[in-house]
């Protein structure tokens, strides 16, 4: 019988772990990875959490409260730092995490809005960094880590974005700006910015607010292109962390130029778009002249 209770539900993965599988082949790949997940399982268990499952380069668990989950998180963060085998490899992880009510079920399986937050908390991480909801890192209380606000992100369920934080896990801090919890949305910088999008007659206008803005061949994106190299959903445009990036989710990688600079592949990674240029999806400039996405960074 499943039964709802708060706890804090953590996501972690290995940063990069595509490029893994192509630089050191599958065996090797997974050997690493598997060495990763059990250090993970280790510091989860230290802090009395537990694991619910692991997903190929990816492992879930809950915790009974935030700072069980934060501290974990950041521990999680120096294990990685420190362990030399994972540092000869340039291994990292990236890590979400968020405390609320969640549905867990007979067989310990979770489910539910936390576990949708967290995992979102989780895709807006960046290598070696911690992103948790503003409101978790506001319930802690004692010695806790010191946090940086990254303005706002959308969740799917949710009907405004909501705020999030940076965990400032390094046990050397010297140089950077602390504060001690997120700032409020309207006194950020940068909320005013608007992306505009171009594509055969079609202009779209993108906000801080928007939800993510996916583009792919099948008709429930919000840009169709059609073309036999172009994957269903092929990649999608968020404002996150003060910048509107485009991240990749295909087979044949998407090509950005922006300005006069050479274009970039893009490719299962993410770009910042600044200024104005053009986009192609699944095919080099050189070849695609028929179906150019523009775009300008106010």
């Not at 706890?7 to 490029?19: M, N």
């Not at 970039?264 to 028929?290: A, P, W």
Request: proline content about 3%.
């Amino acid at each position: 019988m499943s039964h709802s209770r708060p706890q804090t539900i953590l996501f972690a993965d290995v940063s990069g772990s595509t490029r893994l599988f192509e630089s050191r082949g599958d065996v090797e790949a997974r050997r690493l990875i598997a060495a990763v997940l059990d250090a993970l399982t280790q510091v989860c268990q230290q802090h009395g959490g537990r694991v619910i499952k692991t997903i190929g380069d990816e492992i879930m668990c809950t915790f009974p409260g935030a700072l069980n989950g934060v501290l974990a998180a950041c521990d999680m963060q120096r294990r990685m730092g420190r362990d030399i085998n994972f540092v000869r490899d340039s291994l990292a992880v990236r890590i979400g995490l968020h405390h609320g009510d969640a549905l867990e079920e007979a067989d310990g399986d979770v489910y539910g809005d936390a576990v949708n937050t967290a995992a979102r908390m989780a895709s807006l991480a960046k290598r070696e960094q911690v992103v948790t909801t503003a409101a978790t890192y506001d319930s802690l209380s004692g010695k806790v880590p010191e946090a940086r606000s990254l303005g706002k992100a959308r969740v799917s369920g949710k009907l405004l974005p909501i705020e999030i934080v940076d965990l400032v896990w390094q046990e050397d801090t010297s140089g950077m700006t602390m504060v001690q919890s997120a700032v409020r949305i309207g006194d950020l910088p940068g909320t005013g910015a608007v992306l505009k999008l171009r594509h055969r007659g079609q202009t779209v206008e993108l906000k801080p607010e928007s939800e993510p803005f996916a583009m792919g061949r099948e008709p429930s994106n919000h840009l169709t292109v059609e073309a036999d190299w172009v994957s269903r959903t092929h990649a999608t445009i968020e404002y996150k962390r003060g910048h509107f990036m485009i991240a990749d989710r295909s087979t044949n990688g998407t090509y950005v130029r922006i300005g006069e600079d050479d274009e970039q592949k893009v490719h299962r990674d993410e770009l910042h778009l600044r200024k104005s240029g053009t986009i192609s999806l699944g095919q080099s400039f050189g070849v695609n002249t028929g179906d150019i996405i523009y775009f300008d960074a106010d």
